[in-house]
């Protein structure tokens, strides 16, 4: 068995109580069927807490005020943690913040983006990220698992990361060429031509290439209407999810009044070029910091698409998904009287990803409302 990890992977270590959030309130903690059997078993003086603090029926832990674990204490430490030690805790809670991805024989581990102390190791990075792999003994077969199309996927993989983290070009043209990669192999997938996927990957490794794109980024930087419509319409689909935080549809609605409700398409043109010119200026690497969250969505989903097929989805979701956090900033840095901080931008970033990664039925939501044969850049 293949195990791969980010190269920041040990980076990470969490902080507990001096946590800005907590990853124990929010959402509800499904508890795994052994560590039931062990908590139904406790004989420990803490065994009528482990009691009370489960819904047996739902296999989870109960809430209380604010949708805290009943284990949560007001020091946002795990009471049972503290009781029975880190050997207590249920599957979901030992895990988290590690994400997984199960492909025949391979095992991909990384953090997610939903836990502030991730989102920070992430943000301050200024070089480009890598995998670690090691092999261990053991395997695991899928049934219905079609390995040829994870070995192209594997490939499509490592070029779009390559195109990427290379910097020379705009990060707008790096975006372009991998739309444009994903929408010719989606294709080349949909007419059963997986043998051809090597000619779409050289494709959009070549100057030709990035000079077409950069010429039609220099053409659309002039179609305000439509860059506007497109952010406002992409923006509005957040709504169709579930919410996980009262508070964070309000931020929705705020971002919504000041960019799109309060603007017209050539007032919100200048509040973008504002935003981004401050952040060029600023000590913020922004740019960087949008292509390590391009690669982050792209590494933890892209090649999920051997078990859907919808390869092009994987990456409008993580376009789309970097264009939504930039939404909600712009709003935050007008608010702000024009200025922003690392501090608000990890802040954003958490706060998307645990209100849209961390709901399959949100994941699925905005994935299935990709527009086909449309991107940000088009």
Known sequence: MLYRIPDYYKEFQCIAGACEDTCCAGWQIVIDKRSLRKYREDESGFGRNLQKGIDWKRSVFRQGEGRRCAFLNEDNLCDMYAALGGGALCRTCRLYPRHVEEFEGVREITLSLSCPEVARILLSRTEPVSWKTVEREGDEEFDDFDPFLYS???????????????????????????????HDMQKRVNQRELFSCGEVFEKYQRGS?????GGKVIRNKKNAEKKFAFAREMFQKLFLLETLKADWRILLLETEQRLY????AEEYRVISEEFHAWMSESRIPWEIQKEQLLVYFIDTYFCGAVYDGQILKKVQFADISVLLIEEILKMRWLRNEKMLDMEEITEVV?????????????????EDRMPFEHGWYC
Do not use: C, M, P, W
């Open 152 to 182: 192209q996927l594997l490939d499509a993989r490592e070029v779009i990361r390559k195109i990427l983290q290379n910097r020379e070009d705009s990060l707008e043209v790096r975006r372009g060429l991998v739309y444009g990669l994903a």
């Open 209 to 213: 290439a990035r000079e077409f794109v």
């Open 261 to 264: 409700t309060e603007n017209s």
């Open 350 to 366: 958490y706060r998307y990803s645990r209100e849209v990664e961390h709901s399959d039925n949100n994941l699925n939501k905005l």
